[in-house]
């Protein structure tokens, strides 16, 4: 079975632009999850998605928004990027459920030059 | 809201030697994990340890809920090993909120 898939791998842009980062869970679960993770630090909470429907939202600014589709996979977005936002971004795909183990893609290394 | 702190922030090992990474937390928490984080930034999952006690292979953990804090032991150490160890956390009070709150890590170095 295949696990959680992130494209791309990598990606560099430029301030200002604008980012889209795509995530396709393990087959069965319904709930995705995006972290951030900074050089250093632990992975920051950004988004969480169930049947579509946004379930919780880190405290990041407006600028990051995401979605999920019916197939359950979901993308995360990143407009007018600044340096700060060079990180590691992360999925995790999981069932619902307070008592469930999330599974995590290989991530997405975003360098904001 | 929860904090989790994990200790040492550092260890570097021998071959061959046995570990012992902490990870303690402040509230009360429906949801334990511990991952390795190889150098490539892939998260792998190590354990799913919200109560009691799991072993696989070399790895063992442990989490003691009532007093808010958990253990990984690592046996018999190979460079393979070496990484980071993030312990995170689900919080109970969030209802059913997947959000995970992770520690800093403990930075793992296994030399031959």
């Known amino acids: 079975d295949a696990g959680v898939t992130q494209s791309p791998t990598h990606l560099i842009k430029t301030r200002g632009q604008q980012v889209t980062l795509r995530c396709s869970p393990i087959?069965?679960?319904?709930?995705v999850s995006w972290y951030q993770q900074v050089l250093g630090q632990g992975p920051q909470f950004i988004f969480q998605?169930?049947?579509?429907?946004?379930?919780g939202r880190g405290n990041f600014p407006d600028r990051f928004s995401a979605r999920q589709f019916p197939n359950y996979s979901s993308e995360l977005n990143v407009n007018a990027l600044l340096l700060g936002d060079s990180a590691l971004y992360l999925c995790?795909?999981?069932?619902?459920?307070?008592?469930?183990?999330?599974?995590f893609g290989q991530g997405t290394r975003l360098t904001v030059v | 809201g929860i904090q989790v702190e994990q200790s040492p922030p550092d260890l570097i090992l021998q071959e061959g030697a046995n570990s012992t990474l902490r990870c303690n937390f402040s509230?009360?928490?429906?949801?334990l994990q511990w991952f390795h984080q190889n150098p490539w930034g892939q998260l792998i999952n190590l354990f799913y340890?919200?109560?009691?006690?799991k072993q696989n292979g070399r790895l063992s953990a442990t989490t003691v809920a009532t007093e808010r804090y958990s253990l990984l032991y690592i046996s018999s150490s190979q460079t393979t090993d070496s990484g980071v160890y993030f312990c995170?956390?689900?919080?109970?009070?969030?209802?059913?909120?997947?959000?995970?709150?992770w520690g800093l890590g403990t930075s793992l170095a296994v030399n031959p």
């Open positions: 995790a795909s999981s069932l619902w459920g307070q008592n469930t183990e999330a599974f």
């Open positions: 087959s069965g679960h319904k709930s």
């Open positions: 995170a956390v689900g919080d109970y009070n969030a209802g059913n909120n997947r959000k995970l709150i």
């Open positions: 998605y169930y049947e579509k429907e946004e379930r």
């Open positions: 509230d009360s928490v429906n949801n």
């Open positions: 340890i919200p109560s009691g006690t």
